[in-house]
């Protein structure tokens, strides 16, 4: 199981580059138009680093594919564990926030390089 913590720094710098500057993802919490009024990071984010968490690990196996679900919000500032099952076909990713609630569920497709 893998802990990051996701910062507002981070996420700011993937609004950057993927130009997604919406202010759910960017504002400051309490100043967002949504109703949680805590930034929430990118989808696309979480995704990309739980693919990278697993090719550190794991050199020689690329990733094809990747789908994730999220089931609760993934808040900027927040600790978040990424664990991964391995399975016959695939790779399964738990995301899960500071108290253990489910936050993503995905399958990483990996093949050997």
């Known amino acids: 199981m ?16 993927s130009k997604d500057n919406a202010s759910i993802h960017i504002q400051e919490i309490g ?13 696309a984010y979480i995704m990309g680093l739980a693919q990278s968490l697993y090719s550190m690990k794991h050199a020689g196996k690329w ?3 990747c ?3 999220f089931h609760n919000p993934v808040y900027v500032d927040s600790n978040v ?4 099952v391995e399975t016959k076909d695939c790779i ?3 995301v899960t926030g500071e108290d253990s ?3 993503a569920k995905g399958v990483l497709d990996v093949t050997r390089l």
């Open 92 to 94: 399964e990713i738990f």
């Open 2 to 17: 893998e802990k990051r913590k996701i910062t507002r720094e981070a996420v700011q710098h993937y609004a950057n580059v």
């Open 101 to 103: 609630e489910l936050l």
């Open 31 to 43: 100043d967002n138009k949504s109703t949680t009024k805590k930034a929430i990071a990118h989808g």
């Open 67 to 69: 789908t994730m679900t």
């Open 63 to 65: 990733a094809k594919s």
């Open 81 to 84: 564990w990424f664990d991964f």
